[in-house]
């Protein structure tokens, strides 16, 4: 059975306090593994897909790894608008079904 | 704006009502999916569409019914509801991804909160 588990389940930051969210998942042949963002009364909001480990995607002031047994989630100098949920989920190979993790719940003061 | 639309946005329901809630996308994605999202779990699939006419079950499909006769639209049928149906629903719309990979730049709607009593 497919497993992801995000931690922490929330952080709080200063604004500018650099800090990185953990995926972590057990998935027979990964096909993809996907970051979500996903603010209060709204629906997730893609992020990235990564795909094999070893690759790195960049967007503003987040940054997303992948090795064969976690995903971080980078985020640098965080901003109060970085707020929200941030949601991991991976594909394995052969199936349309995804397996969501619980989510990590980020909140930055300024 | 382009996006995927659901309708409505808050519903209440009485057990063994039922009920269609609606999702249209009009960015010409082939892919199109059911969710629901309940406290303190991830997001379960319920059915999904890899184009017109074609449907499959995902993770949780028992109690849903859903149809995809245009590649625009993608309603899920509650068929008598239970209070265990009692969620928040999202509707999510891909382009084919690298391999075919679904959910790659994909698109949710707002929400469907739906309630059973």
């Known amino acids: 059975e497919d497993q992801v588990t995000q931690s922490p389940e929330a952080l709080r930051l200063q604004e500018g306090e650099s800090s990185s969210l953990n995926c972590s998942y057990t998935v027979s042949g990964l096909r993809g593994l996907f970051w979500y963002r996903q603010d209060p009364g709204k629906g997730p909001e893609f992020l990235f897909t990564?795909?094999?480990a070893g690759e790195e995607k960049e967007k503003e002031r987040l940054k997303a790894t992948l090795t064969k047994k976690e995903s971080f989630l980078h985020i640098t100098a965080p901003k109060p608008e970085d707020s929200a949920t941030y949601l991991c989920a991976v594909h394995r190979g052969g199936s349309y079904i995804p397996t969501f993790g619980r989510g990590t719940s980020l909140i930055v003061h300024p | 704006n382009a996006g995927v639309t659901q309708t409505p946005k808050f519903q209440v329901l009485k057990t063994g009502q039922s009920m269609t809630l609606q999702c249209a996308q009009d960015m010409n994605h082939e892919y199109m999916s059911w969710y629901r999202q309940d406290p303190g779990m991830g997001l379960r699939l319920i059915h999904y569409?890899?184009?017109?006419?074609?449907?499959d079950q995902g993770e949780v499909p028992n109690g849903y019914n859903v149809s995809r006769s245009t590649t625009e639209d993608f309603p899920l049928r509650l068929l008598s509801a239970a209070p265990s149906q009692t969620s928040v629903y999202f509707c999510?719309?891909?382009?084919?991804?690298?391999?075919?990979?679904?959910?790659?730049?994909?698109?949710f709607g707002q929400g469907t909160r739906l309630t059973v009593v």
């Open positions: 569409s890899v184009g017109a006419g074609i449907t």
């Open positions: 990564l795909y094999s």
């Open positions: 999510a719309s891909s382009p084919r991804g690298q391999g075919g990979l679904m959910n790659t730049e994909a698109f």
